[in-house]
């Protein structure tokens, strides 16, 4: 089993719509969460951290559910410029060097 | 502007050359890293260091090697011992070092290396 797996997509996705992504995880020991933006050939950008008591950041709203051990990324009305990878990262000893990175979700929104 | 900059954007060599990788960023972080992105992988950590002259392997340090000589500077050299050097090779950096990692990483845009 990975450590970290997402669902590859593609999702495509019509403008305007509300779209999700979750990520699992399998080490119960992960201290933080994160979700970065990868657009196609480029370097990846953290888009949010993920708390426990889940957080909101405009369009974005990200949820950690411990018991489950899943992240999820719910983009509301969703933006041409959304196109992108999304990648899920957990972080299980508190230093980045720890990090495990999924291989990331592809969103392709349409017109 | 602050940042990490990596070079060359796109490098071709042939095998059983060394080649090295740049990186060198200004944002006076103490801590930096190297990845590789393979298509259907996610990012894997080669080496990473925390602070100047000490460094430590990542997961798939192998055919790689590294330096830390100033804290601005973290170049990669991808030797002829690297089975498969074909890849997507992404340079980072964080602000903490020993223990005080923020959670975010910024990386440089990446150094494309090909194999012929």
């Known amino acids: 089993r990975k450590e970290v797996e997402q669902d590859p997509g593609p999702f495509n996705v019509p403008e305007g719509a509300t779209v999700a992504f979750n990520c699992t995880y399998s080490?119960?020991?992960?201290?933080?969460f994160f979700w970065y933006r990868q657009d196609c050939r480029k370097e990846p950008k953290l888009l949010m951290s993920?708390?426990?008591s889940g957080n909101e950041d405009g369009r974005f709203t990200a949820q950690l559910n411990r018991a489950s051990q899943y992240i999820s990324l719910l983009i509301r009305d969703s933006k041409l410029s959304d196109s992108a990878t999304y990648l899920c990262?957990?972080?299980?000893?508190?230093?980045?060097?720890?990090?495990?990175f999924g291989t990331g979700t592809r969103l392709q929104v349409t017109l | 502007d602050g940042g990490i900059t990596q070079s060359p954007k796109y490098l071709f060599r042939k095998e059983g050359q060394n080649v090295t990788l740049s990186c060198e960023q200004n944002l006076n972080h103490d801590a930096m890293y190297w990845y590789r992105q393979d298509p259907g992988q996610g990012l894997r950590l080669i080496y990473y260091s925390q602070i100047v002259n000490d460094f430590q392997k990542g997961d798939i340090a192998e055919g790689y090697s590294v330096s830390r000589e100033k804290k601005e500077s973290f170049p990669l050299t991808v030797t002829s011992a690297q089975k498969n050097p074909t890849a997507f090779y992404l340079c980072?950096?964080?602000?903490?070092?020993?223990?005080?990692?923020?959670?975010?990483?910024?990386f440089g845009e990446g150094s494309r290396l090909t194999v012929l």
């Open positions: 080490n119960s020991a992960s201290q933080s």
């Open positions: 980072a950096s964080s602000i903490g070092g020993q223990g005080a990692y923020t959670g975010e990483l910024f």
């Open positions: 990262v957990v972080n299980w000893a508190g230093t980045a060097s720890k990090l495990t």
């Open positions: 993920v708390y426990s």
